[in-house]
Antibody, heavy 127, light 109 residues
Framework: QLQLQESGPGLEKPSETLSLTCIVS??????????WGWIRQPPGKGLEWIGS???????YYNPSLKSRVTISVDTSKNQFSLNLNSVTAADTAVYYC???????????????????WGQGTLVTVSS | EIVLTQSPGTLSLSPGERATLSCRAS???????LAWYQQKPAQAPRLLIY???SRATGIPDRFSGSGSGTDFTLTISRLEPEDSAVYSC??????????FGGGTKVEIK
């Protein structure tokens, strides 16, 4: 059974870089059937997609965060990571990692739905 | 970017009643590529529906999804106490840009 676990600091200072890692167990991150995504949820608010990565390195970012986000993958450790720089209080959120089905139709492949998700980790940005 | 608007904000119903949740898109969702998630307090979201109407593995058949274009619906046919949660929709029709709706909270009286 595939499991994902986020890890990283729970507190960041404004203007610094938020760094999280998602460790994947019970399955290979190098599967050609899945992307791997990051999603966040500010307290009391809705979900926001941050970005997704394929094991070979193809990466897609939310345009609204693209200038500050870097997602990378380490297939040797079966994990992928998120860096978000120049953080502010608005970046305070629960950060989730999730597996994302690579949905192919008519010769094209797409990002799609997220399943399963990690338990999430709260990152607070405060001085 | 496709904006998803969910309504109502909160739905308060009794066990056994039918819940109808709406997800409206600012423009047509390509191929009806829409998913629904259930999120209970302090838990991660759980996939319920993908492709607008396909149930995910292990999801009870009281959950059903329908709709096309800009209007989508999640129906819970007979509410049970454990269905109390926030339900969110997500579109992937404009892949590789994904968006979520703001969520509908379902309360069981």
């Amino acid at each position: 059974q595939l499991q994902l676990q986020e890890s990283g600091p729970g507190l960041e200072k404004p203007s610094e870089t938020l760094s999280l890692t998602c460790i994947v167990s019970g399955g290979s991150i190098s599967s050609n059937s899945y992307y791997w995504g990051w999603i966040r949820q500010p307290p009391g608010k809705g979900l926001e997609w941050i970005g997704s990565i394929y094991y070979s390195g193809s990466i897609y970012y939310n345009p609204s965060l693209k200038s500050r986000v870097t997602i990378s993958v380490d297939t040797s450790k079966n994990q992928f990571s998120l860096n978000l720089n120049s953080v502010t209080a608005a970046d305070t959120a629960v950060y989730y990692c999730a597996r994302e089905t690579k949905y192919c139709s008519g010769g094209n492949c797409y990002l799609s739905w997220f399943d399963p998700w990690g338990q999430g980790t709260l990152v607070t940005v405060s001085s | 970017e496709i904006v998803l608007t969910q309504s109502p904000g909160t739905l308060s119903l009794s066990p056994g009643e039918r819940a109808t949740l709406s997800c409206r898109a600012s423009q047509s969702v390509g191929n009806n590529y829409l998913a629904w998630y259930q999120q209970k307090p302090a838990q991660a979201p759980r996939l319920l529906i993908y492709g607008a109407s396909s149930r995910a593995t292990g999801i009870p058949d009281r959950f059903s999804g329908s709709g096309s274009g800009t209007d989508f619906t999640l129906t819970i046919s007979r509410l049970e106490p454990e269905d109390s949660a926030v339900y969110s929709c997500q579109q992937y029709g404009s892949s590789p840009v994904l968006t979520f709706g703001g969520g509908t909270k379902v309360e069981i009286k």
